[in-house]
C-alpha cells in the first residue's frame, strides 16, 4: 500500500472564502464525445497575479464544474540535485530520488492550467507565486536565466504573486483533484515528471513527495485520477514527431495561445491541445498504453 499525502492545513479551507460552490453537470454531458479540436483557434491565457486571484479562482472553479481534460505545466527554478546527471542511465528509482530531493527543496515559480470542457471550450489560467526569493531560495542559475529570457520577471512574483498554499488549499475544493470526481477527467502534461511532483506538492500545502516511486504513483492516482497523460511519452511513439513542446506543436499547427505565449500558461494550452490532436488523430482515440508514463521516470 502507499502513503497517501495528508489534507493541506486546516487554515486553509476553500468554503471559507468561496461559499458558492460550482454545480456538477449530470454525468451524460461528460459522457458525450467532444467536437474535434480546432488548432488553428488561439486560446486565451489568464495571468493571476494577488489583485485578481479571487475573481479568476472563481472563473476556473465554475468552468472546471464541465472539465473533460486538465493540462498542468509548472515553472520551477531549474534543477539542483539532478543537475549534470545523466538520467538515461539511472534506475526508475535513482530518477525518482533526484526527483524528489529537487521538488522537496525548490519552490515553484508559476503554474498553468489549461481546461477544456464538455463543450470542447479551452481556457488557461497562469497563477504566478510569490514564494520564490532568488537570494535566499536554492535555484539553477541557468534555469532562472532561461525563464527571463521568455519574460518571467522575479521581481514581479515576489511583489505581486499568489502564495502557492493558498492556490493548493483551493486547488483542493475545484473540483479537479481528487479521485472521487465521478466523471471521466483526464489530467494532461508534457515531460511531465516534474510538473506533476510540483502539483503534488502545491496541493498538500508543501508536503515531502512519498519516499519511493510506487508511493508516487499511487499519491498521482490518488490525487488526479487514473487517467494522467504525458504528450512527450506520446510523441515519441509517433514515427517523425519532433522533440520539445514547442516544436511538437508547431508540427501539429498549434496556434499560439492569446496572452502570455512564452510562459506556463501557454506550455499548459499547447500540451493540452497536443494530447487532444494525437489521441483522436495518431491513436484513434486510444491512449490507454500511455497512462501513467512520465518522461523522465519511466522514460
Given at each position: 500500500m502507499f502513503a497517501v499525502y495528508p489534507p493541506p492545513p486546516p487554515r486553509f479551507k476553500f468554503n471559507r472564502m468561496f461559499p458558492v460552490q460550482a454545480q456538477l453537470p449530470p454525468f451524460a454531458y461528460h459522457a458525450a464525445p467532444l467536437p474535434p479540436v480546432q488548432p488553428q483557434l488561439a486560446v486565451q491565457v489568464r495571468p493571476v497575479w494577488a489583485g485578481s486571484f479571487n475573481e479568476e479562482?472563481?472563473?476556473?472553479?465554475?468552468?472546471a464544474a464541465c472539465a473533460r481534460y486538465v493540462a498542468i505545466d509548472v515553472h520551477y527554478p531549474g534543477l539542483v540535485h539532478a543537475a549534470g546527471q545523466d538520467l538515461s542511465s539511472l534506475t526508475v528509482e535513482h530518477r525518482y530520488a533526484l526527483m524528489k530531493a529537487d521538488v522537496d527543496g525548490l519552490k515553484p515559480l508559476q503554474v498553468g492550467i489549461a481546461v477544456c470542457d464538455h463543450l470542447g471550450q479551452q481556457v488557461a489560467w497562469e497563477f504566478n507565486l510569490r514564494d520564490f526569493c532568488r537570494p535566499a531560495d536554492p535555484h539553477n542559475d541557468k534555469a532562472l536565466d532561461?525563464?527571463?529570457?521568455?519574460?518571467?520577471?522575479?521581481?514581479?512574483?515576489?511583489?505581486?504573486?499568489v502564495d502557492a498554499y493558498m492556490l493548493g488549499a483551493?486547488?483542493?475544493?475545484?473540483?479537479?483533484?481528487?479521485?472521487?470526481?465521478?466523471?471521466?477527467?483526464?489530467?494532461?502534461?508534457?515531460?511531465?515528471?516534474?510538473?506533476?511532483?510540483?502539483?503534488?506538492?502545491?496541493?498538500?500545502?508543501?508536503?515531502p513527495l512519498p519516499h519511493d516511486v510506487a508511493g508516487f504513483l499511487g499519491a498521482v492516482q490518488y490525487y488526479l485520477g487514473q487517467h494522467v497523460y504525458d504528450v512527450a511519452t506520446m510523441a515519441a511513439d509517433c514515427e517523425g514527431m519532433p522533440v520539445g513542446l514547442d516544436c511538437i506543436a508547431a508540427s501539429l499547427r498549434i496556434h499560439p495561445p492569446w496572452g502570455s505565449p512564452r510562459l506556463a500558461g501557454a506550455a499548459g494550452v499547447r500540451a493540452l491541445l497536443a494530447f487532444r490532436i494525437l489521441k483522436d488523430g495518431q491513436f484513434g482515440g486510444n491512449v490507454e498504453r500511455f497512462r501513467g508514463l512520465f518522461q523522465g521516470l519511466q522514460h
Amino acid at each position: 500500500m502507499f502513503a497517501v499525502y495528508p489534507p493541506p492545513p486546516p487554515r486553509f479551507k476553500f468554503n471559507r472564502m468561496f461559499p458558492v460552490q460550482a454545480q456538477l453537470p449530470p454525468f451524460a454531458y461528460h459522457a458525450a464525445p467532444l467536437p474535434p479540436v480546432q488548432p488553428q483557434l488561439a486560446v486565451q491565457v489568464r495571468p493571476v497575479w494577488a489583485g485578481s486571484f479571487n475573481e479568476e479562482w472563481a472563473y476556473l472553479q465554475s468552468f472546471a464544474a464541465c472539465a473533460r481534460y486538465v493540462a498542468i505545466d509548472v515553472h520551477y527554478p531549474g534543477l539542483v540535485h539532478a543537475a549534470g546527471q545523466d538520467l538515461s542511465s539511472l534506475t526508475v528509482e535513482h530518477r525518482y530520488a533526484l526527483m524528489k530531493a529537487d521538488v522537496d527543496g525548490l519552490k515553484p515559480l508559476q503554474v498553468g492550467i489549461a481546461v477544456c470542457d464538455h463543450l470542447g471550450q479551452q481556457v488557461a489560467w497562469e497563477f504566478n507565486l510569490r514564494d520564490f526569493c532568488r537570494p535566499a531560495d536554492p535555484h539553477n542559475d541557468k534555469a532562472l536565466d532561461y525563464h527571463a529570457a521568455r519574460g518571467l520577471d522575479l521581481d514581479t512574483l515576489r511583489n505581486h504573486g499568489v502564495d502557492a498554499y493558498m492556490l493548493g488549499a483551493l486547488l483542493m475544493g475545484s473540483g479537479l483533484i481528487g479521485a472521487g470526481h465521478g466523471r471521466p477527467l483526464s489530467w494532461i502534461t508534457h515531460a511531465g515528471a516534474y510538473h506533476v511532483a510540483y502539483l503534488l506538492k502545491i496541493v498538500t500545502g508543501g508536503a515531502p513527495l512519498p519516499h519511493d516511486v510506487a508511493g508516487f504513483l499511487g499519491a498521482v492516482q490518488y490525487y488526479l485520477g487514473q487517467h494522467v497523460y504525458d504528450v512527450a511519452t506520446m510523441a515519441a511513439d509517433c514515427e517523425g514527431m519532433p522533440v520539445g513542446l514547442d516544436c511538437i506543436a508547431a508540427s501539429l499547427r498549434i496556434h499560439p495561445p492569446w496572452g502570455s505565449p512564452r510562459l506556463a500558461g501557454a506550455a499548459g494550452v499547447r500540451a493540452l491541445l497536443a494530447f487532444r490532436i494525437l489521441k483522436d488523430g495518431q491513436f484513434g482515440g486510444n491512449v490507454e498504453r500511455f497512462r501513467g508514463l512520465f518522461q523522465g521516470l519511466q522514460h
